[in-house]
């Protein structure tokens, strides 16, 4: 089978590449190793940043009609971040109803998202890849969206530079012989003891989801099965465990996200605790930032496929940081509590809140991008999400008269007349003199000379 890319990997971030790949017109097949979906959850949530780019390509309505909550809210080692300072909300939204959804758009589309198909072989050259996954695909690029132990990374011998965990962790979505409040919250460890920390979070319908790193988690092989008498342990009310599984705090990246025609994103290119609810999040992120850069490379484009690397590495690496300090807080341990309290009344002080909820919310996400002026880089703000739905670049007019033939948007206090946002949201140039509109367009993906209302694209 051909194609122009095979993401290998239907977990978030292969999904999410998928319908960038699809909405650029790029043929794409998807392979996954599951014969079909579990319909279970590790992550519960999108934070801010992810909704607002689902939002960018009209998905968010969709997903919040099946969210359990909304909260403006986080946490960093369940110490509670405010995000009203951005007027944004974290939403509470099981992993399995964003793959589904994710996916029914795939089939809407018409591309194919093959399971049970292993991939055990891969080979790459100049003009391409050729995978083995039952039969022999053959693509021009391939992404390697398949998780923490990627079978990609390992055919590659692609390093995986960093630690193993120090300390392990189960979570278990249970039932329990009395119910609680059922009220959606984020988890709290307000001060972990010597019996390691251990909370119970409501879903839906009944079942709750309880974390457990006491003592016993620390002694027990990783691949040994969670039994109903270890999680009683910690929580003696549970009646019956729906589903479990262990993780630990191990945190690696790889050192490049490309690698001739295979790059990587989601879990395959960086792992992580869990803790602050980031890992599906920066997936997502990743395959946004990535779909739309392979369409135009795909079209001609020799050097942006390179900025993947270079703007998400570094992402991902500050989540590696947060989440590594994050882990320290966690220890069961009375000078870690000290720690603790200290930072909870910092957290007070609204620019620290505001410093490590952009963190976590991904809401102080920008790149370092050729340019000067302070916009370049960063998310466009205040803009009407309908002109990016096409996932192509905009030129935007903030000034009475049109300049560029481009989509007319209101000025609020930005200090230039003309703006070209990505696919992605962010601002890629201004009219500040540094360089021409062509040389950014060129630099984005675009062909010069193409009209430039919404739609300068390909
Ligand atoms: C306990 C726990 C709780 C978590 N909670 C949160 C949270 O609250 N918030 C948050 O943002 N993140 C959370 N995460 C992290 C989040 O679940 C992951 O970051 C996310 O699933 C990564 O998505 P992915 O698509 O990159 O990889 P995965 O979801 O791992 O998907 C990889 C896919 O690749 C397939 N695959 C693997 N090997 C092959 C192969 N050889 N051939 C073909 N297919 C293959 C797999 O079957 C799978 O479908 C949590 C993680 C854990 C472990």
Redesign the pocket.
């Known amino acids: 089978m051909i194609a122009d890319v095979i993401v290998?990997?239907?977990?978030?971030?292969?999904?999410m590449l998928a319908n960038e790949l699809a909405l650029a017109g790029v043929s794409t097949v998807v392979?996954?190793?599951?014969p079909e979906r579990t319909g279970q959850s590790?992550?519960?949530?999108?934070?801010p940043r992810s909704a607002q780019i689902l939002d960018l390509r009209g998905m968010l309505n969709p997903l919040l009609e099946q969210a359990v909550d909304t909260i403006p809210a986080g946490h960093f080692a369940g110490i509670p971040l405010d995000y009203t300072p951005w007027n944004e909300r974290q939403i509470g939204i099981p992993?399995a109803r964003i793959e589904n959804y994710l996916e029914d758009r795939l089939t809407e589309r018409g591309v194919p998202v093959l399971r049970g198909?292993?991939?055990?072989d891969v080979e790459q050259d100049e003009q391409g890849v050729t995978l083995k996954?039952g039969q022999t695909f053959h693509g021009r690029y391939l992404v390697a969206?398949?998780?923490?132990?990627?079978?990609?990374r390992k055919l590659l011998e692609v390093p995986f530079p960093g630690r193993d965990g120090r300390m392990s962790?189960l979570?278990a979505d249970v039932t329990l012989t009395q119910e609680r409040s059922s009220e959606w919250r984020l988890p709290s460890f307000d001060r972990p003891g010597g019996g390691g920390m251990v909370d119970v979070l409501p879903l839906q319908n009944g079942v709750y989801r309880a974390l457990i790193a006491g003592p016993e988690q620390q002694t027990i092989d990783r691949d040994a099965p969670i039994t109903l008498d270890e999680v009683r342990h910690a929580v003696p009310d549970v009646r019956e465990i729906r589903w479990a599984?262990r993780?630990t705090d191990a945190s690696r990246q790889v050192e490049r996200y490309r690698y001739g025609r295979v790059l990587f994103?989601?879990?395959?290119a960086h792992i992580h605790t869990?803790t602050g609810?980031?890992?599906?999040?920066?997936?997502l992120q990743d395959a946004f930032n990535l779909g739309w850069k392979l369409a135009a490379a795909l079209h001609g484009n020799t050097t942006v496929l390179d900025t993947y690397h270079d703007e998400r590495h570094p992402a991902g690496a500050a989540v590696l940081a947060n989440t590594r300090a994050q882990g320290v807080l966690l220890i069961p341990d009375d000078d870690i509590a000290a720690l603790r309290d200290i930072l909870s009344d910092l957290l007070r002080i609204p620019e620290a809140n505001r410093h490590l909820a952009g963190l976590i919310s991904g809401l102080d996400i920008h790149y370092d991008l050729p340019g000067e002026h302070p916009l370049v880089g960063h998310r466009m703000p205040h803009l009407d999400s309908s002109v990016l739905h096409s996932g192509r670049p905009v030129v935007l007019e903030l000034g009475d008269v049109p300049r560029h033939g481009g989509v007319q948007h209101p000025r609020g206090d930005i200090d230039v007349d003309t703006l070209l946002v990505r696919p992605d949201g962010y601002v890629g140039w201004v009219d500040d003199g540094f360089e021409t509109l062509d040389t950014a367009l060129t630099r984005w993906g675009a062909p010069q000379g193409k009209a430039r209302g919404s739609g300068a694209g390909r």
């Open positions: 290998v990997g239907a977990g978030p971030t292969g999904l392979l996954d190793r599951l590790k992550a519960l949530n999108l934070q992993q198909h292993e991939v055990t996954a969206c398949d998780g923490g132990r990627s079978t990609i962790a979570v599984s993780f994103a989601g879990d395959a869990p609810g980031q890992g599906l999040n920066l997936g």
